[in-house]
Nanobody
């Protein structure tokens, strides 16, 4: 199963990026999705999650109010809109599929992962 994450790049502090993650239909259906990130020397951390229906979302405190997760089930794609980026947001971002229709913050609750996309924020 292949999740394709894209949209990373170099941006100045205060700027915006939108990450996308596409998945095969049968992989996407009935599953919540999440975004995680891992900065150099740090553990992977939960960033945002969205339920299968899109009706429930959740965010890490560090990104709340700046990032927005959404999904288009017709396109089998989940997005992460990142605004007001800070240098501390710099990391490799991963999309992942939850084992359930609802999302959790624990990485062990996710069974398929994308390859990661690098976000670099210059100060």
């Amino acid at each position: 199963v292949q999740l394709q994450a894209s949209g990373g790049g170099l941006v100045q502090a205060g700027g915006s990026l939108r990450l996308s993650c596409a998945a095969p239909g049968r992989t996407f259906s009935n599953h919540a999705m999440g975004w995680f990130r891992q900065a150099p020397g740090k553990e992977r951390e939960f960033v945002a999650g969205i339920s299968w229906s899109g009706g429930n979302t959740g965010y890490a405190d560090s990104v709340k109010g700046r990032f927005t997760i959404s999904r288009d089930n017709d396109k089998n794609t989940v997005y992460l809109q990142m605004n007001s980026l800070k240098p501390e947001d710099m990391a490799v971002y991963y999309c992942a599929r939850s084992r359930n229709s609802y999302f959790n913050t624990r990485s062990n609750d996710y069974d398929y992962w994308g390859q990661g996309t690098l976000v670099t924020v210059s100060s």
